[in-house]
């Protein structure tokens, strides 16, 4: 498949989860939320800290995202990438946007052999959709 058709089946779910979600507007986690947010999409933010962001509710791990979650936009760090490739297999997630820089061979290669759509090319959710800086 290639990247415009696996972007294009990403971004036809109707709820998204963004794991590595951040409250400080300067972070790439907050962007990539509002990014939804201003495009009209529904999103949950993943953060095992915080406990809202952006106004949304956000859940701790992707494990307690709820059942209509099927594509996930991932925002940290190769090494947190990696666990969160576990997690998304165990929960039924279909669809994994890895953000530049989030990115780890090992991650896409566990994805990939699980039968995800994963996205992991250096595409940009914020360039895809149009992210506007307030």
């Given at each position: ?5 696996q972007i294009e089946t ?10 590595g979600?951040s409250?400080?507007p ?5 962007k990539v ?17 915080e ?5 949304l509710?956000v ?11 099927l594509s996930?936009?991932?925002?940290t760090?190769?090494q947190v990438?990696?666990?969160?490739v ?13 953000q530049?820089g989030a ?6 290669e566990r994805a990939?052999r699980a039968?995800?759509?994963?996205i992991?090319d250096g595409?940009?959710?914020l360039v895809?959709l149009?992210?506007r800086?307030h």
């Open positions: 498949m290639k990247v415009q058709d990403f971004l036809q779910e109707s709820v998204f989860g963004v794991v979600a409250s400080k300067e972070k790439y986690g907050n939320l509002r990014c939804y947010l201003q495009n009209g999409r529904r999103a949950v933010p993943v953060n095992p800290v406990k809202q962001i952006e106004g509710d859940v701790a791990d992707v494990s307690q995202l709820p059942p209509e979650v996930l936009s991932i925002i760090p190769p990438t990696e666990k969160v576990d997690a998304a297999i165990a929960k039924g997630i279909r669809n994994l946007w890895m530049p990115e780890s061979p090992a991650a896409v990939r039968g995800l759509n994963v992991a595409s940009c959710v895809v149009g992210y800086d």
